[in-house]
């Protein structure tokens, strides 16, 4: 079992790193899409495994709202944000795919590397598929500030989230489940605040570039 | 007959005061019973407090401690506390604030219905408590929130009279001294960590020695700021002319006083002085200040600017006494240390007198003719005599000239600096001598300067039509001046009376009586100031003096016999007639002197020619001399444009407005606080 | 308390013996350029004559001008009272020391110039310009000079240093008797308006300072004024012969015969100390206005150099 | 009876999305908000007497202490004094033709799920459930931000709910690292209960809790505005409208605050030490005051300058409570209150000189105290309040602050926070104080005199407070606060 939520953990990472070097937005919300379904399984398992012990179906019905939300729903919102606005071809990062994708193997490390003394001095063992969660939500943070359009951003916070549960999901099987309840009810809110907002931009600046918001400065 | 104890009249006094800032608020309507009920409750308050002061010093040599109430809040107390010193600073106060308020009873007039002066009695009046409250604090909090409110109304009188003009002078002056303040704070705080106590009449034992002369270079800052010392003199020059003339003369008067109450207070009797190198440091600013305050006031053609540099000049002579008897102390040679510091004591009293005199003067001149500019004015002494005289008595007392009271505390000061020199130390002797140097130049100036300012504005004819139109002005204002005239020569001819009571006060603090030093008793005025052998005796000089000009008159009258005396125009070298415009000017009068001392004020002049027909009649000429406020010019504000610019720089490279640069910050601080995190 | 005697004897002297300064000057100054030169006793005259002159004042004038020959006049000769002509008569009468003797000449100069901006005339404005910037630069060499000396005697009364002076052998070789001594020197050469701060037989606009103030003057306010300077002359040389010069320790007689003698022998000082202010006058040329800072600084720094000789270095 | 502090804000928001009447919304907002100060009050005289306050239903969610008491007071004071001065800010806007009646309806809505959110974060014993009402209260008022709906109030919105949501995102990492620090101490159902890890405090994984604390600090300190993650807050204290940049300031960064505190308790207890949480909040104190005191040298918008000074008294309190002592604890608490009410005062009095000038520049403000006697001075001494003026509130805390960094042996930086503070007043003073000079621009449109009445009369009892507490301390008070801070140093 242990194995096999290495290696998905591992494709969690992986997944992230093929979001940073997407050059499209609909690539960046397929990839999400992906990562999602990936959490999915690690959920699935994971309250398969637990309500066959314990019978207790929290994380099963986690599982199903993660379906529901973050492989379906807010992919789709997404697609329909981004159709409303229109389209143009702008250059939407900051830095050469290549630096980033350094940048966040260079990341990976520095979670290894932070979190490698809390085994050795306590005796209380990290495990990688937590140091992996960690490093999604760096390389989640730091595609949000390499992306200049909004739905980048967007989708990065998304990453940071789905880094999170993952972290929780390996380090203590998952947060209460009201918390979690409320943490998507937060979240899908999060992201319906920011598509409005994305399409009210649009419709003011003429872009959903993030770099044209820097009147208010001093 | 309880009541007459010093701490209960002091109690009554408060509430007068108090009862009288309502009444003016309850009156706002009426700008006449305002006025009359405000300040006349301030003269019966003024009077309460003085004679509560008396009585402290004159008969009860304990220490008072009277509590309104006692605060809830942490650290908060209210406790005031009475004591030689306190009483002294009050008893100047009140001899001001009675005077003041006697000449605003007539000077208030010019601003019914144009200003609300029922705000300004209630200002004016919490003005007069706070600075009750910072000479009678009995803990460093409390003197602290005094000290901050003093400092608060006094900006809101400044800013009181007019709009724009002023708004540089309020800002200087509160900025200025609240950064003093907050070197104030550091110093009670350090104060607190050690001895675990607000108390200023505590001990200070518990101190150690490095942190005594941290709290002392912190208590120069912050008191040094508000005394108004070169070089951090730069608000006194905006905010004195700024103010209504009479809150100029408090704010000159006394307010700039509780600096020097502050310093004898908590350096001499708080910290007790133990480092020479404390009264040097003082001796050094005073010689500073003494000498630049003199020297830029003599640029100054603006009557009030000009009184405020000299303030920062007398300011400089306090603390010329003040360092001798630092360092006399710190010698321990307890008599001289109290000789230096009756000296300085005593010209913080005649400050006061000559000082506040010289502003209401000053307000008097401005509610005649309308302006503060002394080129417009001249000829005055024939539209205002009663004015003239009293102007004349103080400029004379400012300058230290003989039958004032100037005089006898810079000889004071003189003779302790003659005391001081011993042969054998290298340091303390040079600068003595150096500093008496410097008291007899800022003598000497201060005389050419008040010459150029009663000679240019008083004396002559008319140079506008604000001075032909002027008139003397009310009766009240005029008495509440001659009120300090007539101290000024009071003590100028009978010093022994005012020292005694100086004694007492310094006697309290330092335990050493100079009074042995000092012989004499009320009733023989002529009894002689005498320090060790070195003798005055102004009244015997002023008896000498009225007496060879009786008899000069006397003998002339006797030699010559009576001859006629014709009136007649001025020496006009052969010209049809003279103008006012052909009289010597202020700027003309300061022009040598400003030309010797260029370098302190780096002067400029321009010559516009208006070309005419040939270029030997030219149609008009336009000679303009200016002079570099050169503190402010090449010191604040280089430095203030530098903060600005830094301001400025890091503003619009950290705020950039960018989203992603603040993504930035917070990525950075986690990863920054991970890497702490692993290291630490 | 008060010592009559030594005080009419002082005022006699001095109101006497005044004019006779600038009698012998001015004698010396034209024997020295080959003139006959007015008889040493023409101030006299001058003064004589003055006093019965009727007077012009000018109509824009105040009390202030009328009063001010006066205050000048009393001024100077109460200064005068205080550094004593003679030690031989006991005058320690406390009224005051030389400070209080710097202040009342200020004070008399605060109304000179003060008349010479009363009259709205250019001139008086330019005296009183120019006295004020003179007597602000060269009031520290004066306050300096006496405090070195009445330091090394420990008083600042003059008849207290007269006396201690009397005890030191030559004081003229002493490096801080000779520095105070040229220093005070060149500050009488300018406060009595003397070439080469000022000129006193000029009445050109250029030059004048001390004149320029007394211009609107006429009759007996004019002799006054005239009087007043000219004690305050002689009070100056006073103090340069009496303090520097001691000659009352070897008189050894007591009496009214020795306070006769012990004038005399002062009278013969004052005439030594005119004579080499006229020499110093004659052999120097009259300085330009801006060129006077450099004279009182070399006077403060000779004072102060006394000063450190004696104080700091030990001498 | 606490739990009308939770329906109370509920029903407003039904309502007011049913009423159409705009009196009537006026009516239940001021209802509303005076039934939670009813509530508040008792609930804090039961807190008083029995420390602690909860309800078994909810699974033990519901959990008053001294702590939370002392910020839900703020909040809810705060809450009731803003709904006041709304009635007029509000009637004024639509006398103007600003907004519509919907509008109205929205902000009502809005800002009584804004409140809802705060008073769970302040009464919920679960710290997972206290972070989504955190995060909650962000996207409540995203759009009470944007209200104005022109191009800076959606970039202020933009920014605020992304920097904001991110960086309490972090704040979630750290309470993951939290649970599985307590992952064999407490058990599953309990876990994050904030009482019980409390309790537990010192069987918990330390270094897990470092780790977590890090992140819980950066997370919570974005919210409450500390340097560098202070950026989103002068956009949005500044567009937002005056009332809820009042509640902004005032209530939600004291609620950000809270939170930190509650953590800080844990590891502090666990660590038996705080130099290790000390180190991090001065460092992020001081730098959120030096950051204030640079920012507020050229401030060219008044509302922003109001932001610094709040991100600058975060910073205090955060000093405060990173030098870990009784008194700095006190003053930390004392310094919330005082700072809560002043700058609540001037928020509300800006919003006035905004509607009145119309500007936000401070050039384009001038002869204040003749335009508008009531809210000049108040602008004016609440100025003179927030930057440390006897005798008001701030300066009894600044006081205490001051001793309390002294008395730990802290001296340069105690030396370096008072010239700070000097130096914040002297910005504030250079930058700001033109407005009350000079005359008005001569403007035939703009009226003298106040508009907005019960605006004013806010104003009044707000400066009644900070005046009488710079000189008077209620008992209670001081007993709230002591026992809040025995809570947190675990005395």
Redesign the interface.
């Given at each position: 079992m242990e194995f096999f939520f290495d290696l998905l953990s591992v494709l969690v990472l992986l997944s992230s790193f093929v979001l940073v070097s997407n050059k499209k937005i609909t690539a960046y919300i397929k990839t999400f899409q992906i990562q999602s379904a990936l959490i999915a399984l690690i959920a699935g398992i994971m309250g398969w495994s637990i309500a066959v012990n314990e019978d207790k179906y929290d994380i099963l019905i986690i599982c199903v709202i993660i379906i529901a939300l973050k492989v379906i729903f807010i992919p789709h919102l997404l697609y329909k944000t981004y159709g409303n606005i229109e389209y143009r071809v702008e250059k939407d990062f900051f830095m050469n795919i290549p630096i980033i994708v350094l940048i966040c193997c260079g990341l990976v490390v520095f979670s290894y590397f932070s979190v490698s003394n809390i085994g050795s001095l306590t005796g209380f063992h990290i495990n990688h598929q937590v140091v992996n969660s960690l490093s999604v939500v760096l390389i989640g943070f730091f595609f949000m500030i390499s992306r200049k359009k909004a739905i980048g951003q967007i989708i990065g916070y998304l990453v940071i989230e789905n880094g999170i549960f993952v972290t929780a999901m390996f380090s203590t099987n998952g947060m209460p489940f009201i918390v979690d309840i409320g943490i998507f009810i937060d979240m899908i809110t999060a992201v319906m605040i920011m598509g409005i907002m994305v399409t009210r931009i649009n419709k003011k600046f003429e872009s959903i570039n993030i770099d044209k918001l820097s009147k208010l400065k001093g | 007959m309880d009541w007459l104890t010093p701490s209960s009249l002091l109690y009554w006094s408060i509430i007068i005061y108090l009862t009288a800032a309502i009444v003016a608020i309850f009156f706002y309507r009426h700008p006449h019973l305002c006025t009359l009920f405000a300040q006349s409750g301030c003269i019966f308050a003024s009077a309460l407090g003085a004679a509560s002061a008396l009585k402290m010093i004159l008969f009860d040599q304990e220490t008072l401690i009277i509590t309104p109430f006692e605060s809830t809040v942490p650290f908060i107390s209210i406790s005031m506390t009475l004591d030689a010193l306190s009483a002294f600073f009050i008893l100047i106060l009140s001899i001001l604030v009675c005077c003041v308020s006697l000449y605003s009873i007539g000077y208030l007039k010019h601003y019914y219905n144009k200003r609300n002066v029922s705000a300004f009695h209630a200002l004016y009046i919490g003005f007069i408590l706070s600075m009750i409250f910072v000479f009678t604090a009995g803990n460093a909090v409390f003197f602290f929130i005094a000290w901050e409110i003093m400092t608060v109304i006094s900006y809101f009188l400044v800013v009181f009279e007019s709009e724009d003009v002023n708004e540089k002078a309020g800002l200087i002056y509160i900025v200025m001294t609240h950064i003093g303040a907050a070197f104030l704070m550091i110093a009670f705080m350090i104060m607190f960590v050690y001895t675990k106590s607000f108390d200023i009449f505590g001990s200070s034992e518990a101190i150690p020695a490095t942190a005594k002369s941290l709290m002392f270079v912190f208590f120069l800052i912050g008191f040094g700021v508000k005394a108004g010392v070169v070089p951090v003199h730069v608000w006194l020059p905006y905010a004195h002319p700024a103010a209504p003339s009479n809150v100029s003369a408090l704010m000159s008067g006394i307010m700039i006083k509780t600096a020097i109450y502050g310093l004898i207070r908590f350096i001499l009797c708080y910290l007790n002085v133990h480092n020479t190198w404390w009264g040097i440091l003082i001796l050094c600013i005073g010689i500073v200040s003494a000498i630049l305050g003199v020297a830029y006031a003599l640029m100054e053609h603006n009557i009030k600017r000009l009184l405020a540099f000299h303030s920062v000049e007398n300011i400089g002579i306090i603390l010329i006494g003040l360092g001798i008897s630092f360092v006399a102390f710190s010698q321990g040679n307890g008599i001289l240390g109290g000789l230096a510091i009756s000296a300085s004591l005593l010209h913080t009293f005649n400050h006061t007198l000559f000082k506040g005199g010289l502003f209401l003067g000053a307000g008097s001149i401005q509610y005649a003719t309308h302006t503060k500019d002394i080129e417009k004015l001249g000829g005055l002494i024939k539209k205002m005599p009663v004015t003239a005289v009293m102007v004349l008595c103080f400029s004379l007392a400012i300058s230290a000239i003989v039958p004032f009271n100037g005089f006898v505390s810079e000889w004071l000061t003189y003779q302790s600096l003659f005391s001081i020199i011993i042969p054998g130390q290298t340091g303390i002797n040079i600068i003595s001598i150096l500093a008496a140097a410097a008291l007899a130049m800022s003598g000497a100036l201060a005389a050419a300067c008040f010459v150029k300012l009663f000679g240019i504005s008083f004396l002559g004819k008319a140079r506008s039509e604000c001075a032909l139109n002027a008139a003397e002005v009310p009766a009240s204002m005029n008495t509440g001046m001659g009120i300090l005239a007539l101290f000024c020569l009071v003590i100028g001819l009978f010093p022994v009376f005012f020292l005694k009571v100086v004694d007492k006060v310094v006697f309290s603090i330092s335990g050493t009586t100079v009074i042995g030093e000092l012989q004499g008793g009320f009733l023989i005025a002529w009894y002689p100031i005498n320090v060790s052998g070195n003798a005055i005796t102004p009244s015997a000089i002023f008896i000498a003096s009225a007496v060879i000009i009786l008899a000069t008159a006397a003998l002339i009258r006797l030699v010559g016999g009576k001859v006629s005396e014709r009136k007649y125009g001025t020496w006009d070298c052969g010209f049809r007639e003279l103008t006012p415009r052909m009289q010597y000017t202020a700027t003309g009068f300061s022009k040598p002197l400003r030309i010797v001392l260029r370098i302190l004020y780096k002067p400029g002049r321009m010559l516009e020619t208006e070309k005419g027909d040939s270029s030997y009649f030219p149609l008009s000429k336009k000679y303009r001399v200016w002079t570099e406020p050169v503190f402010e010019k090449y010191v604040y504000d280089p430095f203030l444009t530098a903060v600005k610019r830094f301001s400025l720089r890091i503003k619009l490279s950290v705020q950039t407005g960018s989203t992603h640069a603040y993504l930035v910050y917070i990525f950075a601080a986690v990863l920054v606080l991970m890497l702490y995190n692993r290291l630490a | 308390m008060v010592n009559v005697e030594y005080l009419i004897v002082q005022i006699i002297v001095v109101i006497m013996a005044a004019p006779l300064v600038n009698g012998i000057i001015k004698k010396t100054k034209a024997l020295s350029q080959k003139r006959k030169g007015a008889p040493v006793l023409q101030l006299y005259y001058d003064l004589f004559k003055l006093f019965k002159k009727s007077t012009v004042v000018s109509d824009t004038t105040s009390w202030i001008f009328k009063a001010a020959p006066y205050i000048v006049f009393t001024a100077s000769l109460v200064a005068s009272l205080l550094v004593p002509v003679t030690t031989m008569i006991d005058s320690v009468w406390y009224a005051g020391d030389l400070i209080l003797m710097v202040y009342l000449f200020a004070l008399g100069r605060f109304f000179m110039m003060l008349a010479g901006l009363d009259a709205a005339s250019t001139f008086g404005g330019m005296g009183s310009s120019r006295e004020a910037m003179i007597s602000s630069l060269i009031e520290p060499s004066i306050l300096v000079t006496l405090m070195t000396v009445g330091l090394t005697a420990k008083s600042t009364s003059s008849y207290q240093i007269m006396e201690f002076m009397k005890g030191v052998d030559a004081p003229l070789i002493r490096p801080v008797y000779l520095l105070t001594f040229i220093a005070l020197l060149i500050i009488t050469i300018a406060e009595t308006a003397r070439i080469p701060v000022d000129d006193p037989s000029t009445h050109l606009e250029l030059t004048m300072v001390h004149e320029a103030m007394l211009l609107e003057y006429s009759g007996r306010s004019l002799a006054l004024m005239e009087l007043g300077a000219s004690i305050k002359q002689l009070t100056f040389i006073t103090l340069l012969a009496n303090i520097f010069i001691p000659h009352d320790q070897f008189i050894f007689i007591s009496g009214a015969g020795a306070v006769l003698i012990s004038i005399l022998i002062y009278l013969i000082k004052v005439i030594f100390v005119s004579i080499l202010i006229a020499v110093a006058e004659v052999s120097t040329v009259k300085l330009r206005l801006f060129s006077i800072p450099n004279l009182a600084a070399l006077a403060f720094i000779l004072s102060f150099i006394g000063f450190m000789q004696h104080f700091v270095l030990g001498r | 009876m606490g739990l009308v502090l939770w329906i109370a804000p509920i029903i407003a928001v039904m309502l007011s999305r049913v009423v159409n009447n705009i009196k009537s919304l006026h009516i239940i907002s001021i209802c509303t908000s005076f039934i939670m100060l009813l509530a508040a009050g008792i609930t804090t005289k039961s807190v008083m007497l029995y420390e602690t306050l909860t309800y078994k239903i909810f699974g033990d969610a519901f959990f008053i202490d001294a702590v939370s008491i002392i910020v839900l007071d703020i909040v809810i004071i705060i809450g009731f004094l803003v709904s006041i001065y709304s009635v007029g800010y509000l009637n004024e806007k639509l006398r103007h033709n600003l907004i519509k009646y919907k509008k109205i309806k929205f902000y009502y809505s809005m800002m009584y799920i804004f409140m809802f959110s705060m008073v769970l974060a302040l009464t919920v014993n679960?710290i997972?459930?206290m972070?989504?009402a955190i995060?909650?209260t962000?996207?409540a008022t995203?759009?009470l931000v944007?209200f104005n709906n022109?191009?800076?109030a959606?970039?202020?919105?933009?920014?605020y709910?992304?920097?904001c949501?991110?960086?309490i995102?972090?704040a979630?990492?750290g309470?993951?690292?939290l649970?599985?620090a307590s992952?064999n101490v407490v058990s599953?159902?309990n876990?994050?209960q904030w009482n019980l890890l409390y309790d537990n405090a010192k069987d918990l994984?330390?270094?897990?809790l470092?780790?977590s604390f890090?992140?819980i600090?950066?997370g919570f300190g974005?919210k409450a505005g500390l340097a560098?993650?202070h950026?989103?807050l002068?956009?949005a204290h500044?567009?937002a409208p005056s009332p809820i940049s009042a509640l902004l300031s005032g209530a939600l960064l004291n609620s950000a605050m809270y939170a930190t505190i509650r953590i800080l308790a844990i590891v502090n207890k666990n660590l038996n030490d705080s130099a290790?949480t000390g180190r991090?909040m001065i460092a992020f104190g001081i730098l959120s005051i030096a950051?204030a005191a640079?920012?507020i040298?050229?401030?060219?918008d008044y509302k922003?300058l109001l932001a610094y000074s709040s991100i600058e008294h975060m910073g205090i309190i955060t000093l405060a409570f990173g030098i870990f002592t009784p008194l700095s604890i006190?003053a930390g608490f004392l310094h919330m209150i005082n700072h809560s009410f002043t700058k609540t005062m001037l928020f509300l009095a800006s919003g006035n000189i905004l509607q009145k000038y119309n500007t936000r520049r401070i050039s384009k403000v001038r002869g204040l105290l003749k335009m508008l006697p009531i809210s000049g001075a108040a602008f004016l001494i609440g100025l003179?309040a927030i930057s440390g003026?006897?005798?008001f509130s701030i300066?009894?805390s600044e006081?205490?602050m001051?001793?309390s960094?002294?008395?730990a042996?802290y001296?340069v930086l105690?030396?370096v926070f008072?010239?700070l503070?000097?130096?914040i007043?002297?910005g504030i003073?250079?930058t700001l104080?033109?407005v009350f000079?000079?005359?008005p621009a001569i403007d035939s449109n703009i009226r003298r005199g106040e508009t907005n009445k019960p605006g004013a009369a806010v104003l009044i009892v707000l400066l009644i407070i900070i005046s009488v507490?710079?000189?008077?301390?209620?008992?209670l008070l001081?007993n709230l606060i002591t026992s809040a801070q025995m809570i947190i140093i675990g005395g």
């Open positions: - | - | - | 679960n997972g459930i972070w989504v995060e909650a962000t996207l995203a759009f944007g022109d191009e800076n959606l970039e202020a919105a933009w920014k709910v992304i920097i949501s991110v960086g995102a972090m979630l990492v309470i993951i690292f649970h599985l992952i599953n159902e876990a994050l994984n330390g270094s897990v470092r780790l890090i992140f600090l950066i974005t560098p993650m950026t989103w002068p956009d500044s567009q290790f991090l950051a640079v920012f040298m050229t401030q060219k922003r006190f003179l003026t006897p005798p300066f009894v006081i205490n001051f001793l960094i002294f008395s042996k001296y105690g030396g008072i010239l503070l000097a130096f007043f002297v003073v250079i104080f033109k000079f000079g005359e507490t710079g000189l008077y301390m209620p008992k001081k």
